[in-house]
Each structure stands twice: as structure tokens, then as C-alpha cells.
């Protein structure tokens, strides 16, 4: 009897509690219990626990609660809406429309000092991945002709090389080609030394080789936010990216979900999503805008996001790139 | 919702029909399932964020989410279980977000739950209806939000740990010891008396 009593089961009265138990456990328990008093009081307790648990009151459903998913739900559709419709037919038009301009462009590149002005299926492809993006926050070299596009066009073929991919990244049909093409662009290009710069990139961009001012602004970018050492790339931001070297997790219940919801996300914002370069299995790249990390950061940290990159500086033109890496929920729903 | 008369197929009854429907898109008879369901997925995020605006905010989300992630619902469990996997996982996610690591990092239930095993203590048998409903209240806030999850998900949801361990991607031993452990805490804090 005092052998009983030394080796209470507290930890298995729940699991009996509940019928919970292996038969042969269970039987064991029920003799203890038959000489325990302390533990038939332990276990009269948490049943008593469990039947309060049970009947606690929740507040009642508020009644437009269902009205206020369904209005979410409208929500969501319209922003996946231009993604099935407009998209493909949109992306082939501008596919079109920039294979003859390249062929213009090459064409005149070898007569011409001065690179055409941006093509306008280019434009309409840089408008919808950019959405709802605050464009006075994202200055592109454009027309007039500059000083380094004049030197551009004007350059040996390596450098047109460099002008033709950025001519033409956009419009890659999937981001493994857009990592591609970009790679090309910064094997290409020649970038000044920094010391050469001037320290108010965004002034005096125009002046100099573009990826150089954006580089300084994307290092800057970096420091300012706290981020590893910023990189370059063209992008949809229509400026320039700073790696911000942390890398985010989400746990999700349908990545494949998971990444057309960051897709959406991000084009929500100004910015854009897409494999990483290294096309790790799982993560995904965001490029943000400045202007709209806070909504980004917001609406990904009520998506559970964690681990974001900290708020950039406002005065910088560069984009952040966010790595988010997207993790199946163990033995998901399913 | 915003129409909830029957339209072909959507008038469907039977829960299947209305998910293999919604999972081709139609979405009536995805809003059918929102007003069926919108209830438990109510009660059980409420039981474990505790809070009125936030339990709104984590219940869209969560019909949100699902109607996203629909493609991906093979049917391989029921679809409560899947849903209530959603909701679970957002709320906890919810409650991380905001102070939930703060309460946690000062462990008010086991200061609570150090008191019970003072002098003062009442027996939880001893307790008026009343007061201890009270006391449980009070003693949840204090409860890690995963602890309330298993709890409300087992005794509220009168679910087995099967059910449960499905649902929180849990082993069925963690389901086990995590519910004890659950239960040992709140009745110590109840018992004691929550700070």
C-alpha cells in the first residue's frame, strides 16, 4: 500500500482521465486508485477542472462576422484577379512587342549614339508588376537621354550586352531566367569606384552610371537599416535592392498557396516576390520598396511572418530584399 | 453570404460536395461552409487568444487562409480538422505576435501555481461555482497560448488526441503530457488563486 502511495500516477490521471490510457495502464491506475485517497481526490479535481473548462461561455459570434469574411474574401479575389486574367495574354503582348524592339535596338544601336526611349510594352509590363506602387518613389533612368546612356549605347558590345538584358529582363517568363539575366547585367557592367561617387546619389544619378549611384544608395541603405552589405540588381522596383541579410520563416499549411498569397503581398506594396538566385528549395525573395515595407511588414508579421529584416531609411531610393524562407507545417491539414 | 440563395450544384447539402465544389472555385458553396463552420472556428480561437477584436481579426484570417490554401485540401482528413488546423495556427501565431512571449518570459503560472502550494491555498473542490469560474478566467490569461489550445481543443471540442494531435501537428505523446501539464498548472493557479 505505502509502494502505491510513493508512485502516485499524477502524470497519467489526465490521459485516464480522458480514457485516454492502454488498457493494461489503465487497469494499474484503477488499482491505485482503489487504495489512494489522495489521488481519487487528485483525479475528482481536474474532472471537476475539465466540466468547468467545458461550460466556460465564449461571447457570441458577432453578427456580421460572416459578412466580414465574405467582404475579406471579395477582397482576396480581386487581388488574385489580374493575376489569372490579365497576366498571360499582358505578358505575351509585351513578349512580342520587346522582341521587335530589341531587333530595332540592335539594329540602331550599331548606327545611333542614343538608346530609344523605354519601349511602351515595357512600360505596361513595369506598371502591373509595380501595381499600386508609389511611382514618385521609384525614379527610373528614363527619357531624356542621360549622360550614361548615351555612354551606354555608345560603349563596346559587352556594355550593349548589358543594355539589351535589362531591356529584356522583365520580361522572362519565370524568375530563374530573371536571376539569370540580371546575373548577366552585373557581370556586364563596369561599376565606378565609390570614392569616384558623389554622395547624393539620387541628385546626381543622372550624371553617372546608373548601377553605381545605386549601389552607394543600396550601401548606404544597408548601414542605415542595419543590414549585411547591399547588392545591386535592376528590378521591378525600378531601383535598385539591398540584401537584407536575415533570412524570415513562415510556417504555412499550402506553400504553393503560401507563395501566391507573398506574391500578391508584395505586389500590393510596390514590390515584387520571387525564387531566390540560389533557388533554395522553399524560399522565396521579396523586393520592397521602401515606401511600402511598413505595409509589407505589417500584413506578412498577421500572416505570421517572422524574423523580418528592421525598417529601412525613408530617405533611401533602393529597395530591400527580404528572403522568406516557406515551411510545410509538419504533417499538415490533409 | 452576400447571396446565400441555392445555385445549381451549391445548394449541395452534404460537406464533401460543398468542399469538391469550393475547391473548383464556386464560391457560394464556400460561403456555405464559412456560415457552417464560422461557430466552432469562433469559439476555438476565442478560447485561446481571449480577446473579442483579436478572435475577429484571427477568424477572417483563418477563412481567408483556408480559402486560399482550398487547392491544396486533398480531402485525406475531414475538413473540420483542416480548418480547425488553420485556426489554431493563426491564433497561436497571434498570440506570439503580441505579448505572449513578455507573459511567458515571467511565468505568472508558476507563481501562481507556487502560491497553491502555500498554506492559502483552496482546494479546488472546496471552490463555489462561482469563484472558480472566476479564478479560471483569470488563470487561462496566464496560460501559455499552446497550453489553451490543447485545452480548448480537448475540452471544449470534446476531441480525442488523436483528433488533437492531428490538428497541432503534435506527436500523440506530446498531446498527452502537454494536456497534464496544462491541467496541473491551472488547477495549481486556480488554487492559489491568480495574482
Known amino acids: 500500500m505505502s509502494d502505491a502511495r510513493d508512485r502516485h500516477p499524477d502524470d497519467r490521471l489526465s490521459a485516464y482521465l480522458d480514457d485516454e490510457l492502454e488498457a493494461a495502464e489503465r487497469t494499474e491506475i484503477d488499482r491505485h486508485l482503489a487504495s489512494c485517497a489522495r489521488c481519487r481526490g487528485e483525479l475528482a479535481s481536474l474532472r471537476r477542472l475539465s466540466r468547468s473548462l467545458a461550460e466556460e461561455s465564449v461571447p457570441p459570434v458577432p453578427p456580421d ?21 490579365f497576366m498571360v495574354p499582358l505578358t505575351i503582348a509585351a513578349t512580342v512587342a520587346a522582341v521587335g524592339l530589341l531587333v530595332i535596338v540592335r539594329w540602331q544601336g550599331s548606327r545611333a549614339p542614343a538608346l530609344p526611349p523605354m519601349p511602351r ?36 558590345p559587352s556594355r550593349r550586352v548589358s543594355e539589351r538584358g535589362e531591356l529584356v529582363e522583365p520580361l522572362q517568363k519565370n524568375a530563374r531566367a530573371d536571376a539569370v539575366a540580371r546575373d548577366e547585367v552585373l557581370k556586364a557592367s563596369v561599376p565606378a569606384p565609390a570614392a569616384a561617387l558623389p554622395e547624393t546619389p539620387r541628385a546626381s544619378a543622372k550624371e553617372i552610371a546608373p548601377q553605381s549611384a545605386a549601389e552607394m544608395t543600396a550601401d548606404r541603405l544597408g548601414a542605415a537599416a542595419g543590414l549585411s552589405r547591399a547588392k545591386v540588381a535592376p528590378d521591378s522596383c525600378g531601383e535598385r535592392w539591398a540584401d537584407a541579410g536575415s533570412l524570415a520563416t513562415w510556417d504555412v499549411e499550402d506553400p504553393a498557396a503560401a507563395i501566391l498569397d507573398l506574391d500578391a503581398l508584395a505586389r500590393g506594396v510596390g514590390g515584387r516576390s520571387e525564387p531566390p538566385e540560389a533557388q533554395a528549395d522553399g524560399s522565396r525573395s521579396v523586393v520592397v520598396p521602401p515606401s511600402g515595407w511598413d505595409a509589407f511588414a505589417r500584413d506578412a508579421a498577421a500572416r505570421g511572418i517572422v524574423g523580418l529584416a528592421p525598417a529601412p531609411d525613408r530617405s533611401s531610393t533602393a529597395c530591400i530584399r527580404q528572403r ?11 | 453570404m452576400t447571396d446565400t440563395k441555392p445555385l445549381g450544384a451549391a445548394a449541395a447539402e452534404d460537406e464533401d460536395d460543398l468542399v469538391r465544389l469550393a475547391r473548383g472555385g464556386d464560391r457560394r458553396a464556400f460561403d456555405r461552409l464559412v456560415t457552417t463552420h464560422m461557430k466552432p472556428v469562433w469559439a476555438t480561437v476565442w478560447r485561446i487568444v ?66 497553491a502550494a502555500g498554506t492559502g491555498a483552496s482546494p479546488l473542490h472546496a471552490l463555489e461555482s462561482k469563484e472558480l ?9 496566464l496560460l501559455p497560448a499552446a497550453w489553451r489550445a490543447v485545452l480548448a481543443l480537448r475540452e ?40
Open chain 1, 65 to 85: 462576422m460572416t459578412q466580414r469574411v465574405a467582404s475579406a474574401l471579395d477582397a482576396a479575389a480581386v487581388v488574385r484577379l489580374p493575376r489569372r486574367t
Open chain 1, 121 to 156: 510594352a515595357e512600360r505596361e509590363h513595369e506598371d502591373r508588376r509595380a501595381q499600386a506602387s508609389d511611382a514618385s518613389s521609384l525614379p527610373e533612368p528614363k527619357p531624356p537621354v542621360t549622360k550614361s546612356e548615351a555612354h551606354a549605347a555608345a560603349a563596346p
Open chain 1, 324 to 334: 522568406i524562407e516557406i515551411r510545410p507545417l509538419r504533417g499538415g491539414p490533409s
Open chain 2, 50 to 115: 481571449r480577446d473579442r477584436s483579436d478572435t475577429e481579426d484571427v477568424v477572417q484570417e483563418t477563412f481567408v487562409t483556408a480559402y486560399r490554401s482550398l487547392r491544396g485540401f486533398r480531402g485525406d482528413a475531414k475538413f473540420s480538422t483542416w480548418l480547425h488546423r488553420i485556426a489554431v495556427t493563426r491564433a497561436l501565431n497571434h498570440r506570439e505576435r503580441s505579448e505572449e512571449k513578455l507573459r511567458r518570459a515571467s511565468d505568472p503560472i508558476e507563481v501562481a501555481a507556487e502560491r
Open chain 2, 133 to 141: 469560474m472566476r479564478r479560471l478566467a483569470a488563470c487561462l490569461e
Open chain 2, 156 to 195: 471544449a471540442e470534446d476531441l480525442d488526441y488523436q483528433r488533437i494531435a492531428e490538428i497541432l501537428g503534435l506527436e500523440l505523446g506530446t498531446v498527452r503530457s502537454r494536456l497534464s501539464r496544462a491541467r496541473a498548472s491551472l488547477k495549481a493557479c486556480v488554487e492559489g488563486g491568480p495574482a
